[in-house]
T-cell receptor, first 113, second 114 residues
Framework: GQQVMQIPQYQHVQEGEDFTTYCNSSTTLSNIQWYKQRPGGHPVFLIQLVKSGEVKKQKRLTFQFGEAKKNSSLHITATQTTDVGTYFCAGPYSSGSARQLTFGSGTQLTVLP | DGGITQSPKYLFRKEGQNVTLSCEQNLNHDAMYWYRQDPGQGLRLIYYSQIVNDFQKGDIAEGYSVSREKKESFPLTVTSAQKNPTAFYLC?????????????FGPGTRLTVL
């Protein structure tokens, strides 16, 4: 089946430093999604990338989708304490008529003040 | 939030007891999902349903059961056959007819089996 791998598993940064998490799929994806889960909370959808080589920005967050549509990255510039949480990538997977998402294992970001 | 509710937020049960976790959505979404999350881990799919009265096993269905009698509701039963049931359980829904598979999550239920 489809596998989605994320690195690193954990990342500690000083506030103001940059942060990047990487996501790799074993299969070509029609799209890739990113979610954020705050400590003690639930995953919240951040963004979806669809096109090969696509780059999208949300304030200090930059998302990229690889040319081969098998990898993606999330980069945060000048981290803040509000960025703390676990970031998951997810790719859609179809089995017959059923559609589901395969989630990466997540990168847990800690921002030290 | 986002129109998905899960109850209760915290649940304690004795070993050997079955327990049912509630999930309700008012987003008019066709598809609903149950995930299990262990500390420091990602999301593992337990069961999913694309339409009323139909559901499929996910990656870790053993020891769990579900029903989908109404579009709005997708309860999950953790049976005594589940060997390690203590975990954080997340319910999600998505609009199968939409152009994306974006999932909207409920607040989750933390189950502790004593």
């Amino acid at each position: 089946g489809q596998q989605v791998m994320q690195i690193p598993q954990y990342q500690h940064v000083q506030e103001g430093e940059d942060f990047t998490t990487y996501c790799n799929s074993s299969t070509t994806l029609s799209n890739i999604q990113w979610y954020k889960q705050r400590p003690g909370g639930h995953p919240v959808f951040l963004i979806q990338l669809v096109k090969s080589g696509e780059v999208k920005k949300q304030k200090r967050l930059t998302f990229q989708f690889g040319e081969a549509k098998k990898n993606s990255s999330l980069h945060i510039t000048a981290t803040q304490t509000t960025d703390v949480g676990t970031y998951f990538c997810a790719g859609p997977y179809s089995s017959g008529s059923a559609r589901q998402l395969t989630f990466g294992s997540g990168t847990q970001l800690t921002v030290l003040p | 939030d986002g129109g998905i509710t899960q109850s209760p937020k915290y649940l304690f049960r004795k070993e050997g007891q079955n327990v049912t976790l509630s999930c309700e959505q008012n987003l008019n979404h066709d598809a609903m999902y149950w995930y299990r999350q262990d500390p420091g881990q990602g999301l593992r799919l337990i069961y999913y349903s694309q339409i009323v009265n139909d559901f499929q096993k996910g990656d870790i269905a053993e020891g769990y059961s579900v029903s989908r009698e109404k579009k709005e509701s997708f309860p999950l039963t953790v049976t005594s056959a589940q060997k390690n049931p203590t975990a954080f359980y997340l319910c999600a829904s998505s609009n199968k007819r939409g152009p994306t598979d974006t999932q909207y999550f409920g607040p989750g239920t933390r189950l502790t089996v004593l």
